[in-house]
């Protein structure tokens, strides 16, 4: 009896010890399998924040391709619509002004517009043998500008439209524009530069 007591004491002492060295196994099992699950987690979780990071980057440059399209859209409309605007305005201005020049050629102040160009043009050397263009409505002012220029010819020219004169000596060389459409032509390029209407979108 006494050694079956002995006997039991030692199985239990050599299961308790079986019991302690597998609950110790089974704590470092324990642990490294949560150290690897933890290494796990933490690269699933930098990888998906990375892949999260990536796409956000894609949307914000996607967006911000869309935003910036938009606006050159926007700005190109308004240019337009802007440009349109100022060419309806600025031809506003130049047909009334055409309008008030061709009553100036109709007026009583017309005559001696053409006398003063005539007189202008009297001062350039060049011009002592010239050809004088006007329109057809203006050649009865011819007798007058010749007595001015001393026996220059005189020539209708279809393309002077609001009236003035065109002098041109006898070898072409030297042409004189006096006529009222270049004044209005040049009154267009100063305004262009000077009206302060540069769309600059």
């Given at each position: 009896?006494?050694?079956?007591?002995?006997?039991?004491?030692?199985?239990?002492?050599?299961?308790?010890?079986?019991?302690?060295?597998?609950?110790?196994?089974?704590?470092?099992?324990?642990?490294?399998?949560?150290?690897?699950?933890?290494?796990?987690?933490?690269?699933?979780?930098?990888?998906?924040?990375?892949?999260?990071?990536?796409?956000?980057?894609?949307?914000?440059?996607?967006?911000?391709?869309?935003?910036?399209?938009?606006?050159?859209?926007?700005?190109?409309?308004?240019?337009?619509?802007?440009?349109?605007?100022?060419?309806?305005?600025?031809?506003?201005?130049?047909?009334?002004?055409?309008?008030?020049?061709?009553?100036?050629?109709?007026?009583?102040?017309?005559?001696?517009?053409?006398?003063?160009?005539?007189?202008?043009?009297?001062?350039?050397?060049?011009?002592?043998?010239?050809?004088?263009?006007?329109r057809e409505a203006d050649l009865a002012y011819a007798d007058a500008?010749?007595?001015?220029?001393?026996?220059?010819?005189?020539?209708?020219?279809?393309?002077?439209?609001?009236?003035?004169?065109?002098?041109a000596s006898a070898d072409g060389r030297v042409r004189l524009d006096?006529?009222?459409?270049?004044?209005?032509?040049?009154?267009?390029?100063?305004?262009?530069?000077?009206?302060?209407?540069?769309?600059?979108?």
């Amino acid at each position: 009896m006494a050694d079956d007591k002995i006997l039991q004491r030692k199985l239990q002492k050599f299961s308790d010890e079986i019991m302690e060295l597998a609950k110790a196994e089974c704590a470092a099992i324990e642990q490294a399998t949560e150290s690897d699950l933890s290494k796990q987690r933490a690269g699933l979780q930098d990888s998906a924040e990375q892949e999260a990071g990536r796409f956000l980057e894609g949307e914000i440059r996607s967006i911000d391709s869309a935003a910036r399209t938009a606006a050159f859209a926007e700005k190109d409309r308004l240019r337009k619509e802007l440009f349109a605007i100022r060419e309806k305005y600025r031809d506003n201005v130049f047909s009334q002004a055409a309008e008030r020049l061709a009553a100036f050629s109709s007026g009583d102040g017309y005559p001696d517009y053409l006398k003063k160009a005539a007189e202008s043009a009297r001062q350039n050397p060049y011009l002592s043998d010239c050809t004088v263009y006007l329109r057809e409505a203006d050649l009865a002012y011819a007798d007058a500008l010749r007595e001015i220029l001393g026996g220059c010819t005189v020539a209708a020219d279809p393309a002077i439209r609001l009236g003035g004169a065109i002098f041109a000596s006898a070898d072409g060389r030297v042409r004189l524009d006096l006529t009222l459409d270049q004044a209005l032509e040049e009154q267009k390029q100063w305004f262009a530069s000077h009206s302060g209407l540069d769309i600059t979108l």
